[in-house]
């Protein structure tokens, strides 16, 4: 079950219903990660089209960024001062991405408390999971735990601000999402790892891919260099002129073992030092400080993608039928990452091992001649390019359903009523192992019993 709950920043409040069908829908959208804004603009975009009255509510947290929808209305709540503190006091450039483990507990509450202190919502997961090991199961497990951990003071915090609001008889955030009609997933069941998972939560991954505009000018004739072209890309948060400069240096000696390759290279400030030498000695390397990546990824012409393994990149990639490296830096990087390697969609590479130049240099002369990920690559992209519902049409037929009848009863699990106890049967299998014990000592009691009246039979024989 948690295991299919990501990050799905997604709140659809629903109104009144007039004749035509028409729906009044709320969307919430915070703005602070490029990614989600998209998705979640993409959702309002898509119910707008299929004619409903959409109002997109957006607290902005980070202002540099943009929004994801179009077409519906916008209200904007300005960010209040202890908004701005929080978003200041976390700078990504400043970030250690590369030795920051998400499995140290205290990293990841004070990584956690910043999430949630900013969005007060969240839940990523690591899971890369090799099954059949006891070792790979317990790491797991861990992981959860962490990640409960983490998230668990801002969950604590959002019930006691509505508390203090509304009252003490205010139900928890729990309790309240456990009477949603459905419950939407960014996520694509076709690359995902198979769970277990109830009617009522609808994945709709893909949907923040927007619709890939053709390329033009620079970019355009950059593509057309050389047969190859590959694209490297961390991500929003990880910036790649903050990584350290071995790394810097190692991804460019790497890149000019391929000159028959292009390279476009996503790196922010292309106006220092480093950039300004490497540009000058690396001619089939273009580094550009942002760039359309679901339009590149869309060209025919672009061979391959080494990427951080963001969801939203994740999917775009599969989407466009593009294989790629994973080079997973923190949260939900690590679980995406072993859900492409595990569909042969490439491989996913240690990003401790970004100071190891040979060991970078085999994972992409790996990726460039394994024929295999490009057929699988092709693959996934024809089946959920022919999937029988798509996400659009799973997302505004739900939508509509959940506005005429509201929540069905028969949907809400009843896990959500039981405590940790009930849920794992745990009274159960302590009873069995209380049991079990005294089963045990009594006979071993009864053997040793046994046994010195043996001994004594034999001895008295003996005499
Ligand atoms: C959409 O909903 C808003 C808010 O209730 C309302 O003011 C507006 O008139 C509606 N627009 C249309 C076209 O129905
Ligand atoms: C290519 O990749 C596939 C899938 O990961 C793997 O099974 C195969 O051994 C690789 N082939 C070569 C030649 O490395």
Same mark, same amino acid.
């Given at each position: ?41 993409? +959702? ?32 904007? +709540? ?185 390279? +476009? ?153 039981m405590?940790?106890i009930e849920y794992h049967n745990a009274d159960i299998i302590a009873v069995f ?31």
């Amino acid at each position: 079950m948690k295991v299919v709950m990501r990050l799905a920043f997604l709140f659809l409040i629903l109104a009144s219903i007039d004749s035509t069908q028409s729906y009044k829908i709320l969307v919430y959208s915070p703005r602070f990660s490029q990614s989600i804004n998209n998705f979640l603009g993409n +959702i309002a975009d898509t119910l707008v089209d299929a004619g409903h009255n959409v109002t997109t509510l957006i607290p902005i947290i980070i202002s540099e960024l943009r929004d994801g929808t179009h077409k519906s209305k916008k209200i904007h +709540i300005q960010p209040s001062e202890e908004t701005t503190n929080i978003a200041d006091s976390f700078k990504y450039e400043d970030g250690d991405f590369i030795n920051d483990n998400d499995l140290n507990i205290i990293h990841s509450v004070m990584f956690g408390k910043f999430f949630t202190g900013l969005l007060n919502s969240g839940c990523p997961l690591i899971a890369e999971l090799d099954v059949h090991s006891f070792s790979s199961r317990l790491l797991n497990m861990y992981a959860n735990f962490v990640y409960f951990v983490a998230f668990y003071a801002g969950k604590a915090e959002i019930n006691t601000l509505f508390k203090e609001r509304y009252g003490p008889e205010f139900p928890g955030v729990h309790e309240i999402g456990s009477h949603a009609a459905f419950n939407f997933i960014n996520t694509e069941p076709l690359i995902d790892f198979a769970a277990p998972t109830l009617s009522r939560i609808v994945a709709i991954g893909g949907i923040g891919a927007k619709e890939p505009k053709k390329l033009d000018g620079e970019l355009d004739l950059i593509l057309s260099l050389r047969q190859k072209t590959v694209l490297l890309s961390l991500g929003s948060i990880v910036q790649s002129f903050t990584l350290p400069l071995q790394i810097k240096q190692n991804i460019v000696k790497v890149i000019s073992q391929f000159p028959e390759v292009t390279f +476009i290279w996503k790196y922010e400030y292309p106006e220092d030092a480093f950039a300004k030498s490497v540009s000058t000695t690396t001619p089939n390397l273009h580094l550009f400080k942002w760039m359309p990546q679901n339009d590149i990824l869309a060209d025919k012409r672009l061979t391959a993608f080494i990427t951080h393994g963001g969801m939203a990149s994740t999917q775009e990639t599969a989407l466009r039928g593009k294989p790629g490296i994973y080079i997973p830096f923190f949260g939900d990087q690590f679980r995406n990452a072993g859900m492409m390697q595990k569909n042969e969609l490439g491989t996913v590479f240690d990003k401790h091992n970004l100071y190891n130049a040979d060991k970078l240099h085999a994972a992409v002369k790996d990726l460039l001649e394994n024929e295999s990920y490009y057929e699988n690559a092709a693959r996934v992209a024809a089946m959920i390019s022919k999937k029988p519902f798509s996400s659009k049409e799973l997302l505004v037929k739900t939508v509509e359903f959940a506005a005429e009848f509201g929540p069905s009863p028969a949907l809400r699990p009843q896990s959500y009523d039981m405590s940790w106890i009930e849920y794992h049967n745990a009274d159960i299998i302590a009873v069995f192992a209380v049991l079990s014990f005294f089963i045990v000592v009594s006979t071993l009691k009864v053997v040793k019993c046994v046994l010195k009246k043996v001994l004594r039979i034999v001895k008295v024989k003996e005499e």
